[in-house]
T-cell receptor, first 115, second 117 residues
């Protein structure tokens, strides 16, 4: 079975540009999560969806960040406008039957560099 | 608020040595879940194990073993006869109900394990 697929693997762009990260969860998984990993703050949950509906977006740093899940097989995380401090590795993960008692399966991440 | 502490930032061992990675957590819930993830140098996050708060039985999987002790709020991870391929950052994580059926997953800062040949 295919795992969680993220694209692009690497993104380098200039400050002020719009950045869109993409994720395809594992088929049949009802939950999708977006994380950010930095040296300073470690792994942070940004937002998660259940059945395509955002459940908790309290981790989204500010209004420049937005996430959508138009269908069960696709989600995007958008940053507009991007800033150098957004540079990080962004992970998407999916799981079945909830965040609490099922493991999350992670994609390979998108390494984002904002110049 | 929930919290996960991995006090060991970096550990180096010589191949074939045993090594234990510590994880201490804080939670007010009686129902919660603990996880360990491995992040090798290639960067992906690999799920290793999940335990629920009602199951304190220790678990062994090959060279890996986990010691869950509610009395000390610890969920330690031991690698026996370490190998170079075990070199990675290991994350402990805690999940508890944050209300209205929503769960929060909190990761520790991670422990970087280097196994020297």
């Amino acid at each position: 079975d295919a795992g969680v697929i993220q694209s692009p693997r690497h993104e380098v762009t200039e400050m002020g540009q719009e950045v869109t990260l993409r994720c395809k969860p594992i088929s049949g998984h009802d939950y999708l999560f977006w994380y950010r990993q930095t040296m300073m703050r470690g792994l942070e949950l940004l937002i998660y969806f259940n059945n395509n509906v955002p459940i908790d977006d309290s981790g989204m740093p500010e209004d420049r960040f937005s996430a959508k899940m138009p269908n069960a097989s696709f989600s995007t995380l958008k940053i507009q406008p991007s800033e150098p401090r957004d540079s990080a590795v962004y992970f998407c993960a999916s799981s079945s039957r909830g965040l609490g008692n099922q493991p999350q399966h992670f994609g390979d991440g998108t390494r984002l560099s904002i110049l | 608020a929930q919290k996960v502490t991995q006090a060991q930032t970096e550990i180096s061992v010589v191949e074939k040595e045993d090594v234990t990675l510590d994880c201490v957590y804080e939670t007010r819930d009686t129902t919660y879940y603990l996880f360990w993830y491995k992040q090798p140098p290639s960067g992906e996050l690999v799920f290793l194990i999940r335990r629920n708060s009602f199951d304190e039985q220790n678990e062994i999987s090959g060279r890996y073993s986990w010691n869950f002790q509610k009395s000390t709020s610890s969920f330690n991870f031991t690698i026996t006869a370490s190998q170079v391929v075990d070199s990675a950052v290991y994350f402990c994580a805690l999940s508890e109900d944050s209300g209205a059926g929503s769960y929060q997953l909190t990761f520790g800062k991670g422990t970087k394990l280097s196994v020297i040949p």
